[in-house]
């Protein structure tokens, strides 16, 4: 297969892949914006990720605090102590 096909292919694998995204406004201080983007922060990039780190770690913290036991077919069981 020639070069530029393959890039092509590629790109659109890696187009397909993302999820969409949905516009949103915020209110944020303005020296933290100027700040921001004097360290080339992406605002929008970078409050996208510290969501997905978050949600991970209450994921974790949830799983944690809460163990349970996958019995297949999407039932899922509290796994608990039998008599003290």
């Given at each position: ?5 393959s890039?092509?292919?590629?790109v ?8 969409s995204?949905?516009?949103?406004n915020?209110l ?5 914006v100027?700040?921001?983007r004097?360290?080339?922060?992406v605002?929008?990039r970078f409050l996208?990720n ?6 991970s ?6 799983t944690?605090n809460n163990?349970?036991?996958?019995a297949?077919n999407g039932?899922?069981?509290r796994?608990t102590?039998?008599?003290?």
């Open positions: 297969m020639k070069e530029g096909i890039e092509a292919i590629y659109l694998e890696c187009v397909s892949m993302r999820m995204k949905k516009p949103l915020l944020i201080e303005a020296d933290l100027e700040k921001a004097q360290q080339g922060i605002i929008s996208e510290k969501l997905k780190e978050y949600f770690f209450i994921e974790l913290v949830s944690v163990p349970s036991v996958n297949g039932i899922r069981t796994v102590s039998l008599g003290s």
